[in-house]
């Protein structure tokens, strides 16, 4: 039975009832599962980010750890140096995370795709990192950059809950807008592009420039994932932002649901919490995270989304990728 297009716009409606629920959550969480949660919302930007570009848009690029390490430190060497509270630094630094998102993207223009964009955007990402550890000056080198945790107009930063509410309220204002662009006629030429980029082009579309546009939306998700992980964990270091982040974000996209909105918030939940629950096992942490992430994909190619999907329209995956 087809369901139809109301019965699925209400269905969808119901899922922002979600962060209505989780207002409660510092009232039922110690401190320690708070900063957990808080991680949560951190990752699940970063995971919008990256499935926009490798799930909706088709492309195989590994920049995202670049975009997460511009933005935190972007954020916190103009808060320190200018003296700003660190809200005022969060659109800054989604602007320098959205301007690595054209830098990453500008080999689009030549022509670049798949495996060397992938190459291109990865040494992007290391390129970036070495500058961290050498321009010592300004990034504080391998000894990193305390982030300042000054009161910002009246709230006290140091507090997890504080921080989640922060977070949460970002965390809902770009996946809304995610999900507008996605609909909008950019986001069905980003989608087209996935599909058949030669089809997309002969109908007069600027593929490149498509590209690119989604690579800087991505850019400008992720630098703020990456601003409010600085303010997170207090210290930014070079090590935050390396090839292991990389791998854990890509299993977080994949085991969400590739080219999923509602997928990218699973993945990251999941991925994030699984660590802590495999605690109980010291030195076969990573044994089991990978078993457990392999088995996700081999028992569930569309993710945790699509097997939400199976029981309820409002997870169908709109714009997954096959």
Not at 80 to 107: M, R
Not at 133 to 142: D, L, N, R, S, Y
Not at 149 to 169: A, H, K, M, P, R
Not at 211 to 228: H, L, N, Q, R, Y
């Amino acid at each position: 039975m087809v369901t139809s297009a109301p019965t699925l716009s209400r269905r969808s409606r119901i899922l922002w009832l979600v962060p209505l629920l989780a207002l409660a959550i510092p009232a039922a969480t110690n401190a320690y599962t708070q900063f957990i949660v808080n991680a949560m919302l951190i990752y699940t930007l970063a995971t919008l980010g990256f499935t926009l570009v490798i799930g909706s848009l088709g492309q195989l690029a590994f920049a995202n750890t670049a975009f997460f390490g511009i933005g935190a430190y972007s954020a916190t060497i103009i808060g320190t140096a200018f003296g700003l509270p660190w809200l005022l630094t969060v659109p800054v630094a989604g602007l320098f995370g959205a301007l690595g998102g054209f830098l990453a993207s500008a080999a689009a223009l030549r022509g670049i795709r798949l495996y060397y964009l992938a190459i291109v955007t990865l040494a992007f990402g290391e390129l970036m990192r070495w500058l961290y550890i050498h321009a010592g000056v300004v990034t504080g080198g391998t000894d990193g950059l305390p982030v300042p945790l000054e009161q910002d107009f009246g709230l006290s930063l140091t507090s997890d809950n504080v921080q989640f509410y922060i977070f949460l309220v970002i965390t809902c204002l770009l996946f809304a807008g995610t999900i507008n662009l996605l609909r909008s006629r950019i986001g069905r030429a980003i989608i087209a592009v996935r599909e058949n980029e030669l089809a997309t082009a002969s109908l007069g579309i600027p593929t490149s420039r498509v590209i690119i546009m989604a690579f800087v939306w991505s850019g400008f998700v992720v630098g703020i994932a990456g601003s409010m992980f600085a303010l997170h964990v207090g210290h930014v270091f070079p090590e935050s932002f390396g090839l292991t982040q990389l791998i854990i974000g890509f299993a977080m996209v994949l085991v969400g649901g590739l080219g999923s909105v509602a997928g990218a918030a699973l993945g990251a939940i999941a991925l994030t919490a699984l660590p802590e629950l495999l605690r109980a096992f010291p030195g076969m942490e990573d044994i089991f995270f990978g078993v457990v992430v392999m088995a996700v994909l081999l028992a569930l190619p569309k993710g945790l989304a699509g097997l939400l999907g199976r029981f309820s329209p409002a997870f169908q995956q709109r714009y997954h990728r096959n």
